[in-house]
Structures are given as C-alpha cells and as structure tokens.
C-alpha cells in the first residue's frame, strides 16, 4: 500500500487468496520443477490517480502455470496465470475546495445513490509473478514406497 497526497495518487489493495499447486516431478523432488496452479481470491481496493479514483470489492478464479527452482533452503519461483474476476465499484473524485475530500462521482439525487452500483468483469491474465524466497522450516520430502 502507498499513498501521495501531496500528488492524489493511492494504491490500496487488500487481497486474500486461497490456492493450490500440484507439481509434476517424482516424490523425492516435490516442491521444485514445474507446475499448475489454481486459486481462488477476494480483494477490497482503493485506487486514486490524480483527481479521480475507483473504490470497490471483487472476487476471482484462476488456473495457471508455473516453476520453481531450489538452492538449498532458498527458491525462485516464476508463473503466470488466466482467470476471471468480477468487481463491484464506484468512481470518486477529488473535491478542489478548503476541505480536500474525496467524493463518490454521482450527479443525481444523493437519496438514490447506492453503493457499488458500477460493474468491472475481466477474463484474461490475472497473474504474473517472480518471487525469491526461504524455507524457514526446512522440510524435505520422504519417499514413501
């Protein structure tokens, strides 16, 4: 997350994810090589650019591939992924007078305004990803015959 008033530029995104990978090597070297993930994700944000912004809540699916390389205890994994997501939102606006607030772009009766009342849907890339990380525990796999 960061923010410049100073500019009204904000990015805020809060996003959980639920997602499973299944990789395709023997049981002796899991976790390495290449695989296919799929995941499942909710996402609440607040985007503002210059005078205008959009604020709203979505959720998504994707499938995607991906691979991951091993170096002891640390890794770098590369992917990508297709999905959908889905999104409800209202645009705002920055207001130029002495208070400096934001306001939701609505220019009808304000008692027939409801919340997240615009609609984004996209199909296409949902992910691209280059991650370098530690294994903090460790783990190794055991083949089991």
Same mark, same amino acid.
């Given at each position: 997350?960061? !923010? ?15 997602? $499973?990978?299944?990789?395709? /090597?023997? !049981? ?23 005078? /205008? ?11 995607? $591939?991906?691979? /991951? ?37 609505? $220019? ?7 919340? !997240? ?24 796999? /055991?083949?089991? !015959?």
């Amino acid at each position: 997350m960061w !923010r410049h008033p100073e500019s009204h530029r904000y990015l805020q995104i809060n996003n959980f994810t639920l997602w $499973t990978r299944y990789y395709f /090597k023997p !049981r002796e070297n899991r976790y390495r090589g290449i695989y296919v993930l799929g995941n499942l994700n909710a996402a609440r944000y607040g985007i503002g650019w210059d005078a /205008k912004g959009w604020e709203g809540e979505g959720l998504g699916i994707s499938l995607g $591939t991906g691979y /991951k390389w091993v170096f002891g205890r640390f890794f770098i994994d590369l992917g990508a992924a297709f999905g959908f997501f889905y999104s409800g939102f209202d645009p705002y606006v920055y207001g130029f007078d002495e208070r400096e607030w934001y306001y939701y772009d609505y $220019t009808g009766d304000p008692d027939d305004f409801s919340p !997240r009342n615009k609609r984004l849907t996209w199909f296409g890339p949902t992910r691209v990803y280059i991650s370098v990380g530690v294994d903090l525990f460790n783990r190794k796999t /055991k083949d089991r !015959r």
